[in-house]
């Protein structure tokens, strides 16, 4: 396969078909215990991001105070229940993704944007590091008109800093959550398992000015 076609998304009929039954998930997490898979607590959000290697960016979530679960899997392209190696062909237009449960009352959505613009460089387009293909691209995706609002406003701030710090245009997709799909079991919380696994993951240096966002935020969520 050209590198050139792993460099950008297929469409909907170059897309593998995938298959009908998703893959085994483990059913807990493999660091803190809770459920994998709603229904999940009453209260708690969800925060689905993609930020290259899906193994790094995980644990900075796991990390974060306030976060119920995480997992890693595919988010939007076209495939159903892809396997990894489908995935890695660049013949599903997904993404590596990240899913974070988390409690609103204890970590803020903004928090988690921080996380998030500060963990990865947004501005490569089809790739982070040494990682390239479209499943590394940057991804941040909304769950309702509130996330929608303080994702998008945290896009052009972040931007703003980035440029002002000489980097390029942020490249990272923001649209509307698509279908997650959960990755296989061993690549679950992998980094807890094989502590000194890879990690592509790198930051700009650059640091995201979360209080604008914050007040965003609280007052998006209360409309």
């Known amino acids: ?115 998030f613009w500060e963990g990865h460089d947004p501005t490569q387009g089809m790739r982070q590091g040494n990682d390239l293909g479209t499943q590394y691209r940057s991804a941040l995706y909304w769950h309702d008109a509130a996330q929608r609002e303080v994702a998008e406003r945290s896009k052009e701030a972040f931007g703003a800093a980035l440029s002002a710090a000489g980097f390029g245009p942020v490249t990272t997709e923001v649209a509307a959550a698509p279908t997650f799909y959960y990755a296989e079991h061993y690549h679950q919380q992998y980094l807890a398992k094989v502590p000194n696994g890879y990690c592509g993951l790198g930051s700009t240096g650059v640091s995201c000015d979360i209080e604008p966002l914050a007040t965003l935020g609280a007052e998006a969520l209360a409309r």
Do not use: I
């Open 1 to 115: 396969m050209s590198l050139q076609f792993k460099l950008r998304v297929p469409t909907a009929t170059e897309a593998l078909p995938g298959r009908n039954q998703p893959v085994p998930v483990p059913p807990r997490h493999f660091v803190n215990g809770n459920p994998m898979q709603p229904p999940f607590p009453d209260g708690l959000q969800r925060l689905l991001v993609g930020m290259g290697c899906f193994w790094g960016a995980e644990r900075k979530f796991w990390e974060t105070p306030g976060v119920f679960v995480t997992a890693v899997g595919y988010a939007g392209g076209a495939t159903p229940n892809p396997a990894y190696e489908e995935v890695c062909s660049g013949l599903t237009g997904h993404t590596e993704a990240v899913l974070a449960v988390f409690d609103p009352a204890v970590v803020s959505y903004a928090t988690l944007l921080k996380v």
